[in-house]
């Protein structure tokens, strides 16, 4: 853990390889659960989860979240990032 959070691999702005640079947290509001990935620059992208027939959507934004199941974790692609975030934590 690294500052509240789990760290993971990123690859951000389009970077070609992973580096365990971010942290992952859940947090639950109204009843609802979320996945909030924390860049090392101090920006952030928050995903809700459990959305029916959609899985994890971007909460904030207008970029979708491009989700791939990897087997054991899935690859997060919004735009010219990508994360590889654990299915169950």
């Known amino acids: ?3 509240g959070g789990t760290l993971i691999d990123c690859s951000l702005n389009g970077a070609g390889g992973f580096g365990r ?3 992952m947290e859940r947090a639950e509001q109204d009843g609802e659960s ?3 990935v924390r860049h ?3 920006a952030f992208r928050r995903f ?3 959305v029916p027939n ?3 959507v971007t909460a ?3 970029q979708p979240a491009e989700v791939t199941d990897m087997g054991g974790y899935v690859e997060v692609r919004v735009g010219s990032d990508r994360y ?3 299915v169950a934590e």
């Open 84 to 86: 590889h975030l654990p």
């Open 60 to 62: 904030d934004g207008a």
């Open 40 to 42: 090392p620059d101090g």
């Open 34 to 36: 979320f996945v909030i």
């Open 1 to 3: 853990m690294a500052d």
């Open 21 to 23: 640079d971010c942290t």
């Open 48 to 50: 809700q989860l459990g």
């Open 54 to 56: 959609r899985g994890l």
